[in-house]
């Protein structure tokens, strides 16, 4: 059985021999839709529970479009030229497009040309999120749960906001796209690790799928909502970064529509985990870093039995990466286990803490094999995890551990997915 893993911009081939127990899980997503522009052009003309785009924005607003940085795949060169199209009574001056860094580093002019296209960087004023940078942001309200929520000042200062993205499974928001290009997208360092704590990672309903009773989503809701008029236009994606679906409009409703159709063609049932699961980051742009990866590795230990194992693929040509503290939380950790004291029990949230955090509780409960051609076996394994260099024979090693007829799962589009064990369901 021959299997194609998404991997960096290439893709590899797993030729799996005669005779082994493989199962391969993936999502249906539907075709892309034939005119991909237009359906993003009708999406603004006849939105979900909102005035048309063109009507509800003044020649003389201020408009803030907020966009992916680069570890997204939105196809902004198809989705930015039908959104501006509606905006053409509005002067260039008055449009700022702000991108959505969060904590991740800043986009390089070259990335900037290649996720937007040269006419875009070329005639609009670009600002990137610096999440430590205090003087950038200012505050824009107060959550029920009593926390200040602090946002790019220059998206604030705008007369309309328009959060764009893409709506995929995530593995403690519940699903991308929506509120989460303002907050993580545009929020302060501070305002970050107040929703990214300990406490709600750990929490049961900071998974996969689950908006609803998700604290981490509900608090981004929050904020983003805080902030009008706000315009969403968030797109779904199959495999190749095509456009399956297009929601725009109310924040809330569109968003939550989107979700629904995400889930409805991600979401594949199992009747019983794994021993072995092998799983990619999606390729290019989502697997550039290990700290992007820990999302592969999350979906796999969904489907994996206790003491089982996962091989991540994933080109990491970003490094685990040297910048943030992931990598620092890591390398200084013993173990899982003491990386996980380390962060429950740390007075203040820890930036990237998050990632490491799920990285850990992943750790605790099963190995994981790492095959990456851009990170040394030094880097691996201080990472807490081992090098794999030729995903068929570590399959077969671990064929000694756990039998010849032990069950491998193999999940090609990785956070793409959404399985579940229905005994777990």
Avoid at 154 to 159: G, I, Q
Avoid at 274 to 288: A, E, H, K, Q, R
Avoid at 348 to 369: F, N, P, S
Avoid at 399 to 418: D, F, H, K, M, S
Wanted: charged share 20%; hydrophobic share 40%; glycine share 8%.
């Amino acid at each position: 059985m021959r299997v194609r893993l998404p991997y960096g911009k290439t893709g590899i081939v797993v030729d799996f021999r005669e005779g082994l127990n493989v199962k391969v899980v993936e999502p249906a997503p539907p075709a892309a839709l034939p005119d991909q522009s237009g359906a993003v052009r009708d999406a603004l003309r006849r939105p979900i529970d909102s005035v048309p785009l063109r009507r509800r924005v003044r020649s003389s607003d201020t408009v803030g479009i907020v966009v992916n940085d680069i570890t997204r795949p939105t196809p902004y060169k198809t989705v930015l030229p039908a959104l501006l199209a509606e905006l053409e009574h509005v002067p260039d001056k008055q449009i700022v497009i702000l991108v959505a860094t969060g904590t991740h580093r800043q986009n390089t002019v070259a990335e900037l040309r290649t996720m937007l296209g040269d006419a875009a960087v070329d005639r609009f004023r670009i600002i990137q999120n610096e999440a430590g940078d205090l003087n950038a942001h200012a505050l824009a309200g107060i959550t029920h749960g009593g926390r200040e929520a602090w946002i790019h000042r220059e998206y604030l200062a705008c007369d309309f906001r328009i959060l764009t993205g893409f709506i995929e499974p995530h593995f403690f928001a519940g699903f991308s796209g929506g509120g989460k290009a303002c907050m993580p997208g545009l929020a302060s360092l501070q305002t970050i690790l107040n929703n990214h704590c300990a406490e709600n990672i750990d929490h049961s309903e900071a998974t996969w799928g689950v908006t609803e009773g998700n604290p981490v989503w509900e608090e981004i809701q929050e904020v983003a909502s805080m902030v009008e008029p706000t315009f969403l236009l968030n797109v779904t994606l199959n495999g190749d970064s095509q456009i399956t679906g297009v929601f725009a409009g109310d924040l809330a409703q569109a968003h939550a529509r989107g979700c629904e159709f995400v889930k409805q063609h991600a979401t594949v049932a199992l009747d019983a985990p794994f021993d072995i699961v092998i799983t990619s980051n999606s390729g290019y742009p989502l697997d550039l870093n290990l700290y992007q990866a820990v999302k592969g590795m999350s979906v796999a230990a969904r489907v994996v039995k206790e003491g089982g194992a996962i091989i991540v693929a994933a080109d990491c040509w970003d490094g685990i990466p040297a910048h943030g503290e992931y990598q620092r939380l890591l390398f200084e950790a013993d173990s899982p286990g003491s990386l996980l004291e380390h962060l429950r029990n740390s007075p203040v949230t820890i930036a990237d803490g998050w990632q490491a955090q799920i990285h850990a509780l992943i750790r605790m409960r099963t190995e994981v094999h790492l095959y990456s051609e851009n990170l040394t076996d030094e880097q691996i394994e201080r990472a807490m995890l081992k090098p794999c260099h030729d995903i068929v024979r570590t399959v077969d090693r671990l064929l000694e551990t756990y039998g010849p007829r032990a069950t491998i799962g193999v999940l090609p589009a990785g956070p793409q997915t959404i399985p579940f064990v229905c005994s777990q369901s």
